[in-house]
């Protein structure tokens, strides 16, 4: 018990060391985000998540969108937590049979003009999950989509780069 107790404090974390930030890269990503939500709403776009039955990993790199590091807020982009504040569903995972129905709730109870963010591989057709006998399948088996995000999970430079495609396509669209 000591020779642990000893090996702890005198051993440094076993996890891997993070890389370095490309920071070129993000700050190019935010002047685009932030350029493409003023030019289309103004600084102001609401994402409600939705998590028809993912693992839970694509939920953690949404998360990361909101920490100090990508701070998504700052472009004026912010998760609400109902659907009746959204422009944007973001929808993970495979849709279990659980959660067709509150998926087609949540995606009529969104007001227009809204656009619809499936997210992941699964969120695509199923996944690994794919015909499993809980699942309905894709996103886009239950409600319309606009946009996917790929990766198991997508790391949140992806997730931003699929917001920016998405703020450009609807700002060609309003031209
Ligand atoms: S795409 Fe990958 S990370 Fe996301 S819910 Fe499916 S298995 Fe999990």
């Known amino acids: 018990m000591r020779r642990i107790l000893f090996e702890s404090l005198t051993h440094g974390p076993l996890t891997e060391q993070p890389p370095a930030a490309d920071d070129a890269a993000i700050a190019e990503l935010a002047k685009n985000v932030e350029k493409a939500a003023q030019a289309r709403l103004g600084r102001s776009l609401s994402i409600r998540q939705v998590d028809a039955g993912s693992c839970n990993a694509c939920e953690l790199e949404i998360h990361a969108l909101a920490n100090a590091f990508y701070d998504l807020e700052r472009f004026g982009l912010r998760f609400v937590a109902s659907p009746r504040h959204a422009d944007v569903l973001m929808v993970t ?9 509150a998926l087609k709730r949540t995606y009529n109870a969104t007001p227009d003009p809204k656009w619809v963010v499936a997210v992941g591989g699964c969120a695509a057709d199923g996944g690994i999950f794919k015909g499993s006998y809980a699942c309905v399948g894709g996103v886009s088996d239950v409600v319309p989509v606009d946009l996917h995000i790929p990766g198991c999970p997508p790391s949140p430079r992806a997730l931003l780069k699929g917001l920016l495609a998405l703020l450009e396509h609807v700002t060609g669209e309003h031209r």
């Open 93 to 101: 995972g495979p849709v279990t049979k659980n959660m067709r129905e």
